[in-house]
């Protein structure tokens, strides 16, 4: 047959005989297709588009009929015809047409931000000096002169402050700026009561940032936003483990250190560290930032520093909050399961030991229960779960699985014990999901040999959370496993073998590694994930239930939690973690805890908001529950007991058998 | 002639030959009378009520017409004609009537005063345990369970207290007595906002005190009062001088070395100790009151710690404020003389370093200047001038003069630097009016010796401010010093000699003193006597001056400060020190500082009354107005260069003269 005309976009023609596959093509145009299934036809990643003429789809798994319609087809699954013209995406679009919606959302400053919703103010002011005439005390001359600027009911002051106002006074020649932080409990913008915080001599530049610090604390994963308040800007980002890590992997065992080793004071200086170690990186990657030159070679005065930090909030988990300021959590652990506070007061820098500006505000959010803390209520905020009207179902999957569903008019939460290994920890070769970390696994399933998606495109060197989501379903699916979890241990793959007296699966040769050493997943692994994912999906199932809304009444899906960015809830939902619903009810909103705590460190508004999100919630405990550890134990099983809970799982499962079937019989 | 018969009272009859002093016949009948002045009939303390019969009165001096009609007499100064029957009022009555308006006021509870109006409330609560279905957190549970008890709108709390609640309430089986201070400054009873201070497992009985202490931090003398605000009683006082004396006698020298010799810090640690010195004796007074043995000869539990004090109300100048909570007081000293603040917020003993409840809620009451402070605005609240339509002068005598003119309508007032001569500092022999001071003297104006009046009828150790004052004016009267205050070195005395290169006059020989040393007074000591009492005349003659006031208008003087107990108004008068007005006009009302801190503590209507003093209060300063400085000049004299200001001193002198004359010539 003669050869066929293939034109990629601007390239020039190429000729290729019929039948070719438009991957190698391309490949002959020196053209590169992104294939991280390995040309398999199941990631939807070499998606192309063709604009005319005629090709043949051997395969359409995860392209719509629309899709279809429009010309889309998967290169390594398409053989030329006739002539044609391929359109090939640009591969951020085509991940974002695939992913967008499963991606963590970018930081954009929330729409319509300004200065002046902001509580923390920054006020330049010029004060008439005292005279024989005018012999009013400092602190009066400059509470006036600060109501005169800002419409309040009144302004207090502490202590400490107080002794050093006439200094400040004097050495800024009656030139000051005052920073003052307003209630973000009072309702109105106007008449509220405000603090002066701090006092500065001369007049603070307008370009000069006015810093604040968001925290999430996680069981795992501690994770800081350095805030530039006046834009609106996250201006720096930072994340470790939770240093608490090592006394402990979840909040029960961090309670029983606490209270049966003597261990809070210690637990409470290992978060403290990992804080406050995570603020001065945010300030030192701002200051790399604004890094320039000024006259003279000198670089420019300190970007910013962690004292100049006039402003927190924090969101965590109840336990994670109790530890961090020092308050007993022993009542978390036992029945009836009750925390000490969930409704924290404004507190100061200095009183958590937060390393910041002493006087600092810091407004921890508020938490419903045990096991449902500020991180949920933030991430509900953050989600808009509370002003949404179509019934919503949201996740948190960090160490804990914190389940709300709801809409505008009512919200049910509880929580289940997921364990960290969706956070990497707890997992022989798991890790954070930064650079080198395997984020996606696409196993063949001849060959059984894995493709790896690495974030960072680097060498690999552990598996973060979505990485061993995308691994499990994988393995299940190519039969590296069976639905119990157990390997196959008859395939023909080196990378099934037995170490230590245990069987794993080899994701990575110690050749192809940072580490220089293989990185594989065990069956302990295998059996953790597997409880972790069982635990949310009963959590979930078992809410719906008790409130009789059945899990095909929900319409959407909100995601939070620190799972990476290219979270693939086909694979979540091939485990059997997230209910089988079509793709686009599902949104993976990234660390919705954090983004709660940003927006309240904003606008008050937000603050409120999410202290009203805390008193309408109701909250149902699982463990009063026996249908969920039934529901727990059915889901013990990949993707569950009742496989015609998984249609969708069902026909890939089908759709690969088939496939096996026509290659083994081409 | 035949004897007379004279009864005293119910003894028997007693013959006397007729000219008898009553003083010989009632020593006869074994009756002693009092005779401070050694009989020259100036003191009245010897005054005896003739019920029947004849007598002949060589004196009525300081016997008013009416009690001449009443048929008293001064037993020194009269002799008997006829039969008589002769009642001899009891000493203290005696002192009373002649001094009760003088003396300082018993420290009664304020009438009406009940639990009801305290602000710091001991609530005992039981409380619903956890259930599972009740999982409510154990703040929320503590914070109803309180808002049920009292009318709150809000109730709130602390770190360190959050960080033990949990504790409390289950050591407590969940009985448990909370502590809450009501705010003070929130106008109604009801619906105001209160804190959490501290929550004790079980209930405390109602038979147990609930501690405060008000404090008056004096330049010279810090007073402490341990109050049990169930009651309202004052149960043990205790007062010292202000360590910081060493460092400085008056505010300026404590300002100097504050601010050039870096001494903020020693001078806030000194007067710490002084304060938390007097607490611990106040409380070991309490518990000494209070010791009894329970069964088995055990002593009971301890009355009162300081630990357990949990309410503080602190007035004081506006430098020893300043210099107690370490807030620079550099621009007080200096022109244009203002103060960093003159409200403080409430704050807690922890911030200020009171060793009371670290909790504790610490009212420091407002000052309205630089040299009129909080014990000037609580002096004019417990001394009622705030309230009263006459046109009043107060005067607060401590090592500053403050001066207050005005009524329930308008207020103003100065300050002058009296210096702490009238609190027995900065004088020789002076010492504090404690036992073993010298009070009243009374010198013969023949002999030249004195009688002395000591408190605690002891053998004498120093000369107090009252006694000071009384010496002057003796001395003065009899001609020991002359209007200048120099000494006629030329009359017939040993008691006035030369030593060291200075004259002085011998009060005591040291074989009648506690020390075993001479007691005298230096030509020093009375030029700082006289300067002190200059500036006071001067002050309050410029104030109101100032507002076009005429002295003559003003209805009644009252005066607070650290005097003694027996301060005589007369001797007050005669050196100059007070304006010459009728006795009655007079009213000593000891330490209203402490007095307005006690008010204070009880009732939060007082503490809004003397905040409302201080915002009404107009301040005039004296050293802007060269007035001043003639009327100090001009009142540097004994009693003042215009002796016709002084017209009941002018009389005493010509008695004297005439008595002189008599006495001779008889």
């Given at each position: 047959?003669?050869?066929?005309?293939?034109?990629?976009?601007?390239?020039?023609?190429?000729?290729?005989?019929?039948?070719?596959?438009?991957?190698?093509?391309?490949?002959?145009?020196?053209?590169?297709?992104?294939?991280?299934?390995?040309?398999?036809?199941?990631?939807?990643?070499?998606?192309?588009?063709?604009?005319?003429?005629?090709?043949?789809?051997?395969?359409?798994?995860?392209?719509?009929?629309?899709?279809?319609?429009?010309?889309?087809?998967?290169?390594?699954?398409?053989?030329?015809?006739?002539?044609?013209?391929?359109?090939?995406?640009?591969?951020?679009?085509?991940?974002?047409?695939?992913?967008?919606?499963?991606?963590?959302?970018?930081?954009?400053?929330?729409?319509?931000?300004?200065?002046?919703?902001?509580?923390?103010?920054?006020?330049?002011?010029?004060?008439?000096?005292?005279?024989?005439?005018?012999?009013?005390?400092?602190?009066?001359?400059?509470?006036?002169?600060?109501?005169?600027?800002?419409?309040?009911?009144?302004?207090?002051?502490?202590?400490?402050?107080?002794?050093?106002?006439?200094?400040?006074?004097?050495?800024?020649?009656?030139?000051?700026?005052?920073?003052?932080?307003?209630?973000?409990?009072?309702?109105?913008?106007?008449?509220?009561?405000?603090?002066?915080?701090?006092?500065?001599?001369?007049?603070?530049?307008?370009?000069?940032?006015?810093?604040?610090?968001?925290?999430?604390?996680?069981?795992?994963?501690?994770?800081?936003?350095?805030?530039?308040?006046?834009?609106?800007?996250?201006?720096?980002?930072?994340?470790?483990?939770?240093?608490?890590?090592?006394?402990?992997?979840?909040?029960?065992?961090?309670?029983?250190?606490?209270?049966?080793?003597?261990?809070?004071?210690?637990?409470?200086?290992?978060?403290?560290?990992?804080?406050?170690?995570?603020?001065?990186?945010?300030?030192?990657?701002?200051?790399?930032?604004?890094?320039?030159?000024?006259?003279?070679?000198?670089?420019?005065?300190?970007?910013?520093?962690?004292?100049?930090?006039?402003?927190?909030?924090?969101?965590?988990?109840?336990?994670?909050?109790?530890?961090?300021?020092?308050?007993?959590?022993?009542?978390?652990?036992?029945?009836?399961?009750?925390?000490?506070?969930?409704?924290?007061?404004?507190?100061?820098?200095?009183?958590?030991?937060?390393?910041?500006?002493?006087?600092?505000?810091?407004?921890?959010?508020?938490?419903?229960?045990?096991?449902?803390?500020?991180?949920?209520?933030?991430?509900?905020?953050?989600?808009?779960?509370?002003?949404?009207?179509?019934?919503?179902?949201?996740?948190?999957?960090?160490?804990?699985?914190?389940?709300?569903?709801?809409?505008?008019?009512?919200?049910?939460?509880?929580?289940?014990?997921?364990?960290?290994?969706?956070?990497?920890?707890?997992?022989?070769?798991?890790?954070?999901?930064?650079?080198?970390?395997?984020?996606?696994?696409?196993?063949?399933?001849?060959?059984?040999?894995?493709?790896?998606?690495?974030?960072?495109?680097?060498?690999?060197?552990?598996?973060?959370?979505?990485?061993?989501?995308?691994?499990?379903?994988?393995?299940?699916?190519?039969?590296?496993?069976?639905k119990?979890?157990?390997?196959?241990?008859?395939?023909?793959?080196?990378?099934?073998?037995?170490?230590?007296?245990?069987?794993?699966?080899?994701?990575?040769?110690?050749?192809?590694?940072?580490?220089?050493?293989?990185?594989?997943?065990?069956?302990?692994?295998?059996?953790?994930?597997?409880?972790?994912k069982a635990?949310?999906y009963a959590?979930?199932t078992?809410?719906?239930?008790?409130?009789?809304?059945?899990?095909?009444?929900?319409?959407?899906?909100?995601?939070?939690?620190?799972?990476?960015?290219?979270?693939?809830?086909?694979?979540?939902?091939?485990i059997g973690m997230?209910p089988d619903?079509?793709?686009?009810?599902?949104?993976?909103?990234?660390?919705?805890?954090?983004?709660?705590?940003?927006?309240?460190?904003?606008?008050?508004?937000?603050?409120?908001?999410?202290?009203?999100?805390?008193?309408?919630?109701?909250?149902?405990?699982?463990?009063?529950?026996?249908?969920?550890?039934?529901a727990?134990?059915s889901a013990l099983f990949l993707p569950h007991t009742d496989l015609q809970r998984f249609?969708?799982v069902?026909?890939?499962?089908?759709?690969?058998?088939?496939?096996?079937?026509?290659?083994?019989?081409?």
């Amino acid at each position: 047959m003669a050869g066929k005309q293939i034109v990629f976009d601007q390239s020039e023609p190429l000729t290729v005989p019929p039948g070719t596959r438009l991957t190698e093509a391309a490949g002959q145009a020196g053209i590169f297709i992104n294939q991280p299934c390995g040309g398999q036809g199941r990631c939807g990643r070499c998606a192309v588009q063709v604009t005319s003429g005629q090709v043949r789809r051997r395969s359409t798994l995860r392209l719509s009929a629309k899709d279809v319609e429009q010309g889309y087809a998967l290169a390594c699954q398409t053989l030329v015809l006739e002539d044609a013209h391929i359109h090939i995406p640009a591969q951020e679009t085509l991940e974002r047409r695939l992913t967008s919606d499963l991606s963590a959302a970018t930081i954009a400053v929330p729409a319509g931000y300004t200065y002046e919703q902001q509580s923390l103010r920054r006020i330049p002011l010029s004060l008439l000096p005292p005279h024989m005439d005018d012999q009013r005390d400092d602190w009066s001359r400059l509470a006036l002169a600060i109501r005169q600027e800002i419409d309040l009911s009144q302004v207090s002051v502490s202590l400490p402050l107080l002794r050093k106002i006439g200094t400040v006074l004097r050495e800024g020649n009656w030139q000051v700026t005052a920073y003052v932080a307003l209630d973000e409990t009072a309702a109105g913008e106007h008449d509220r009561p405000g603090i002066l915080i701090d006092l500065q001599p001369g007049h603070v530049p307008d370009t000069e940032p006015l810093w604040g610090v968001c925290v999430d604390v996680g069981t795992t994963t501690v994770t800081v936003w350095l805030v530039d308040l006046l834009s609106g800007q996250v201006e720096a980002q930072a994340a470790e483990y939770n240093r608490q890590l090592r006394l402990g992997e979840d909040v029960i065992s961090r309670i029983i250190f606490a209270t049966k080793h003597d261990g809070q004071e210690e637990l409470r200086t290992l978060v403290l560290q990992s804080i406050n170690t995570l603020i001065d990186r945010a300030c030192t990657k701002a200051n790399l930032q604004h890094r320039e030159p000024v006259n003279g070679g000198q670089t420019k005065p300190e970007y910013c520093h962690p004292q100049q930090i006039m402003k927190a909030t924090i969101a965590g988990n109840s336990t994670m909050i109790h530890l961090l300021l020092g308050i007993p959590a022993g009542s978390i652990r036992l029945s009836p399961f009750v925390t000490a506070v969930n409704k924290l007061p404004v507190l100061t820098a200095a009183e958590i030991g937060l390393a910041i500006y002493p006087a600092a505000q810091i407004q921890c959010l508020p938490g419903v229960a045990s096991y449902v803390g500020a991180d949920i209520t933030a991430g509900v905020h953050a989600s808009g779960l509370d002003k949404t009207d179509l019934v919503t179902l949201f996740l948190d999957i960090g160490t804990n699985g914190e389940i709300v569903l709801g809409n505008q008019d009512w919200l049910v939460t509880c929580a289940c014990s997921a364990g960290p290994a969706f956070e990497g920890a707890g997992v022989h070769d798991g890790m954070r999901a930064t650079h080198g970390a395997i984020e996606e696994v696409w196993i063949d399933n001849h060959t059984y040999e894995p493709s790896l998606g690495v974030i960072g495109h680097a060498q690999p060197k552990g598996l973060c959370g979505s990485g061993l989501i995308s691994l499990l379903a994988e393995m299940f699916l190519t039969g590296v496993i069976d639905k119990g979890g157990h390997f196959n241990t008859t395939l023909p793959t080196k990378r099934i073998r037995r170490r230590d007296n245990s069987w794993e699966y080899v994701v990575a040769w110690a050749a192809e590694t940072q580490t220089g050493r293989d990185i594989a997943i065990t069956y302990v692994d295998i059996d953790n994930l597997i409880r972790a994912k069982a635990a949310i999906y009963a959590g979930f199932t078992v809410l719906a239930d008790s409130i009789g809304v059945p899990l095909e009444t929900v319409a959407q899906v909100l995601i939070g939690g620190s799972f990476g960015k290219y979270i693939n809830v086909e694979k979540a939902v091939q485990i059997g973690m997230l209910p089988d619903m079509p793709w686009e009810q599902f949104h993976f909103l990234g660390n919705t805890s954090v983004l709660g705590a940003y927006q309240a460190i904003l606008n008050g508004n937000s603050q409120r908001q999410i202290n009203a999100i805390a008193d309408r919630m109701t909250y149902i405990e699982l463990s009063a529950d026996n249908s969920f550890y039934e529901a727990f134990t059915s889901a013990l099983f990949l993707p569950h007991t009742d496989l015609q809970r998984f249609p969708s799982v069902a026909k890939v499962l089908a759709d690969l058998s088939a496939q096996e079937v026509t290659q083994n019989g081409s």
